[in-house]
């Protein structure tokens, strides 16, 4: 019986991590953030080829860190509402990044990172929705919780980012 649920619990924490996570998941509203993306796997043993962030709206200034033997695309798109950046007015910005033509086998993981600066809104979580396409098939890593729903329900979640007062990210 013990072993059973030794089992029961391993395979719970395997599936509890079998998603595109941030590293870090929760950060000061307001700030500069350095995301993490780690990519634990790929599509049913085939390897990942491909990753793309969609960015949350709020997110400003997103820069992707180049990674090497992958492709790197920025994608820009205008923005219903411009906002002041060090005294220049910003009316497009980052909605998308993709990383390409690399080869991640499925038996190792790796990580994709990107700089960027949140919106001042404590107590939110943010969403970035990541699409892994792998030499066979794809994963659409985009599902959200609805209020009330619990998040590790989720077939396919989004990896979450929750937005926190300022100070009260190191307050430990």
Same mark, same amino acid.
């Given at each position: 019986?013990?072993?059973?649920?030794?089992?029961?619990?391993?395979?719970?924490?395997?599936?509890?991590?079998?998603?595109?996570?941030?590293?870090?998941?929760?950060?000061?509203?307001?700030?500069? +953030?350095?995301?993490?993306?780690?990519?634990?796997?790929?599509?049913?043993?085939?390897?990942?080829? =491909?990753?793309?962030?969609? %960015?949350?709206?709020?997110?400003?200034?997103?820069?992707?860190?180049?990674?090497?033997?992958?492709?790197?695309?920025?994608?820009?798109?205008?923005?219903?509402?411009?906002?002041? +950046?060090?005294?220049?007015?910003?009316?497009? #910005? %980052?909605?998308?990044?993709?990383?390409?033509?690399?080869?991640?086998? #499925?038996?190792? +993981?790796?990580?994709?990172?990107?700089?960027?600066?949140?919106?001042?809104?404590?107590?939110?979580?943010?969403?970035?929705?990541?699409?892994?396409?792998?030499?066979?098939?794809?994963?659409?890593?985009?599902? %959200?919780?609805?209020?009330?729903?619990?998040?590790?329900?989720?077939?396919?979640?989004? =990896?979450?980012?929750?937005?926190?007062?300022?100070?009260?990210?190191?307050?430990?």
């Amino acid at each position: 019986m013990r072993r059973i649920a030794l089992f029961t619990l391993a395979l719970a924490a395997g599936t509890a991590h079998a998603h595109i996570t941030l590293e870090t998941p929760q950060a000061e509203a307001g700030s500069y +953030y350095k995301g993490v993306l780690r990519v634990g796997h790929g599509c049913d043993g085939s390897p990942t080829t =491909a990753i793309r962030l969609i %960015v949350p709206a709020g997110v400003q200034q997103l820069k992707p860190m180049p990674k090497a033997g992958w492709t790197l695309a920025v994608q820009k798109d205008k923005l219903a509402q411009p906002y002041d +950046y060090y005294g220049e007015t910003v009316r497009e #910005d %980052v909605s998308a990044v993709s990383w390409s033509g690399g080869n991640l086998p #499925d038996t190792f +993981y790796d990580e994709f990172a990107f700089r960027a600066k949140l919106p001042a809104t404590p107590d939110e979580t943010l969403y970035f929705k990541v699409e892994q396409r792998c030499a066979k098939g794809e994963t659409r890593w985009v599902d %959200v919780p609805v209020a009330g729903q619990d998040p590790h329900a989720l077939k396919t979640p989004a =990896a979450a980012l929750k937005l926190t007062a300022p100070g009260a990210a190191h307050a430990h």
